[in-house]
C-alpha cells in the first residue's frame, strides 16, 4: 500500500488491531448472550434484549459518554481496574472496548437468528441419550448456528471498523495511540489539504466493508453446505 501515507498506514494498522480484539474478546459473550434470549425463558429477559441491541439505538456519542463515565479513571470501573494497572480511557484497549460494544448487537443477532432455527428437538434427542446441556451445545447446536457466528463475526469486524462517535468520544483522536480510520478521515477533513488522504481512507473503508459482507455470505453458505453435508 505505498500509495498510503505513514499517518494513513497507522491509522489502518490501529482500525485492524482493535477491530480484531473487539470482536474476538465480545464473541464468546455474543453466543452466549444469543443462546440465552433464543433458548431460556427467565426474568428481565427483555431487559436484557433492549440492553443488548441499545447502543443501535443510542446516539454514539452517548454512547461513548457513558463508557467515559464508567471506565474513565474517575468511574466506578475504571478506577478498579486503574488500581490493577489497566487503564482503557484514551488507550487503544478504549477504542477496542468502545468499538466491540457498538458492533456486539449486530453480532448478537446474526447468532440469534441461527440458534432460532435450529430444531430444538435435536438438542432434546442429545440429552435424551445422557449428554450434558454443555456438551449438547459443543456437539449439536454450535455446528448448526456455526455460519451465523462465522458471518456475526465478521459483520461485527466490520462495523467495529467503522465505528467513530463512541470511540472519539471515550478515548478521544490521539495519532498513533486511538486514531482509527474514521477518526483520521475527520482529522484529515478538518486541515487544508487533507482531502486527498480522507478519500484513500474513505475507499480502504469501503472496500473493507463490502468485502466483510461479500465474506460473510460466501462463508457462512459454504459452512451451511459442509454442515448439511456431513
Known sequence: ??????????????SLRVSFWATLVTLPFGIFVAYALARWRFPGR??????VHLPLILPPVVTGYLLLLT????????SLLAELGIVVAFRWTGAALAAGIMAFPLMVRAIRLSIE????????AGATLGASRALVFVTVTLP???PGVIAGAILAFAKAMGEF?????FVSNIPGQT?????????????????????RLVIISIIIAMGALLLSEY????????????
Open 1 to 14: 500500500m505505498g500509495w498510503l501515507g505513514p499517518a494513513e498506514l497507522e491509522a489502518l494498522r490501529l
Open 46 to 51: 427483555q431487559v436484557l434484549n433492549g440492553l
Open 71 to 78: 471506565f474513565g479513571v474517575q468511574g466506578p470501573l475504571g
Open 117 to 124: 432455527a435450529v430444531d430444538p428437538k435435536l438438542e432434546q
Open 144 to 146: 448448526m448456528i456455526l
Open 165 to 169: 462517535g463512541a470511540t472519539i468520544t
Open 179 to 199: 486514531q482509527t480510520l474514521p477518526s483520521a478521515v475527520y482529522a484529515f477533513l478538518q486541515v487544508p489539504g487533507g482531502e486527498a488522504a480522507a478519500t
Open 219 to 230: 462463508v457462512g453458505r459454504r459452512v451451511a453446505q459442509r454442515v448439511a453435508g456431513s
